[in-house]
């Protein structure tokens, strides 16, 4: 079975400060892992993707994340956030083949001025 | 311009009655999902798809069945709605194979209150 564990529902950090969003994982095969950014009222959106390869990806707006297989995780990073990064942030993981794609359960993240 | 649309966008349903939600995508992708969105519990997998004429369960099937009649449409059933399926539902495609597996295109959610 596959499964992702967000143990952050919320983070809070100051405009201009460092963030990390934090994800794990379990799965029995090397995954396919996902983050993506739900703004109010709209479906979800890419940020980045790991398939393989150099552990650290980049993503649209900045963001990066590292994947770590000997830690099951996959967490979220942004040097400076902004005032606009204030949304919901989803880490999902998909079977080697493609078909299942299971979700965390979110960090909501605010940002204030 | 590829997108995937979910109808209605809004629903109120009754107790016991049936609701149909819809989903196409000109994507062209082989694989639809369906998910239900709740505060606290993330997207949770309902039913999915690897094409037309296929369905599988997903982590919460119970209550629900899926139609995949067509690459383009993938439909959402409660046959017998409950103040429980009170969510937010998002529909997705995505490809199965290739530089992209996994990687999920959503619709804008269809929000169902059963009273």
């Known amino acids: 079975a596959q499964s992702v564990t967000q143990p952050d529902a919320r983070v809070t950090v100051s405009e201009g400060a460092s963030l990390q969003l934090r994800c794990k994982y379990s799965y029995s095969a090397t995954p396919y892992l996902f983050w993506y950014v739900q703004y109010p009222r709209q479906g979800l959106q890419l940020l980045l993707k790991?398939?393989?390869?150099?552990?650290v990806v980049q993503g649209v707006n900045s963001f990066e994340a590292e994947f770590s297989k000997s830690n099951s995780s996959f967490h979220l990073q942004k040097a400076s956030v902004h005032w606009s990064d204030s949304a919901v942030y989803f880490c999902a993981l998909s079977s080697t083949g493609g078909y299942k794609v299971v979700f965390g359960s979110g960090t909501r993240l605010l940002v204030s001025p | 311009e590829a997108a995937v649309t979910q109808s209605p966008r809004n629903k109120v349903a009754v107790t016991g009655g049936k609701v149909t939600l819809s989903c196409n995508q000109t994507n062209n992708h082989n694989n639809m999902y369906w998910y239900r969105q709740d505060t606290g519990h993330g997207l949770r997998l309902i039913h999915y798809s690897y094409g037309a004429g296929s369905t599988e369960k997903g982590d919460i099937p119970d209550g629900y069945k899926a139609s995949r009649p067509s690459q383009e449409n993938f439909s959402l059933i409660l046959e017998l709605a409950t103040p429980s399926q009170t969510s937010v539902y998002f529909c997705a495609s995505g490809v199965g194979t290739g530089g992209n597996t996994g990687q999920l295109y959503f619709g804008e959610g269809s929000k169902l209150t059963v009273l």
């Open positions: 790991y398939y393989s390869g150099d552990p």
